[in-house]
Nanobody
């Protein structure tokens, strides 16, 4: 099991940028794929991005491809989501998640084992 704590959410104008951070506490993250999901009020949870820790392969949801970038800092056990060209439709609670022994692509198809508490991102028009 891995404990996850997100930070970095806030209010930003459309077209702006924001970086979310996720601190991961685990003995080792090499077996994990880390991901970001989001959920807007009244909508289903949506996959955003994933990164397989050991090989740094990434995968993105169609709605954020080309605008968001997921990355990691191995020394700090941190995962980041750099969000650019933000739109009001990006407004949601963003969750960091982790799952073991899967590819980044498969992260979009499963319900991960471990979740953070979420951080609110609001994009104003």
């Amino acid at each position: 099991q891995v404990q996850l704590v997100e930070s970095g959410g806030g209010l930003v104008q459309a077209g702006g940028s924001l970086r979310l951070s996720c601190a991961a506490s685990a003995r080792t993250l090499t077996i994990y794929t880390m991901g970001w999901f989001r959920q807007a009020p009244g909508k289903e949870r949506e996959f955003v991005a994933a990164l397989k820790w050991s090989v740094i392969s990434t995968y993105y949801g169609d709605s954020v491809k080309g605008r968001f970038t997921i990355s990691r800092d191995n020394a700090k056990n941190m995962v980041y989501l750099q969000m650019s060209s933000l739109k009001p439709d990006d407004t949601a609670v963003y969750y960091c998640a982790a799952a073991r022994f899967i590819t980044a692509q498969n992260m979009a198809r499963i319900s991960p084992d471990d979740w953070g508490q979420g951080t609110q991102v609001t994009v104003s028009s």
